[in-house]
């Protein structure tokens, strides 16, 4: 089976400002879901019965749901506000996290209403 485009979904802000994309792709044995870059990118591929859910939840821009699978999948998202924000707003509080063995573990940022959260590990 040829790996097929099947839909992209634009994420906005509520202001309807374009935040990302997620690309799904049906391949063979299930889906592969990915987004836009955001200090780093995203894709996973799951069987068909563990991506139709959230497959569904993105469709239905049910951002909380898509966040609760792995909060990676969803870096623009704040949970506590329960909205999108574009990167540059994020980037006011752009910190990493440097593991003892000098590797980095993690981004953090802050929404702009002040909410602290792993934007990227």
């Known amino acids: 089976m040829n790996d097929s ?40 591929t799951l069987p068909p019965a563990e991506a139709q859910p959230l497959i569904d939840a993105i469709k239905r821009n049910d951002w909380h749901t898509v966040n609760e699978f792995d909060p990676e999948i969803l870096p623009w998202y704040c949970p ?19 593991d003892p063995d000098g590797w980095v573990d993690g981004f953090h940022g802050r929404c702009p209403r002040g909410h602290r959260r792993m934007i990227a590990d």
Not at 85 to 93: F, I, S, T, V
């Open 5 to 44: 485009k099947l839909v992209t979904i634009a994420v906005r802000t509520r202001d309807g400002k374009r935040v990302g994309d997620f690309e799904i792709r049906e391949v063979e044995g299930g889906f592969t879901i990915s987004r836009t870059p955001f200090v780093n990118h995203f894709s996973v």
């Open 80 to 98: 506590e506000c329960r909205r999108n924000y574009r990167e540059q707003a994020w980037r006011k509080g752009l910190s990493m996290t440097v």
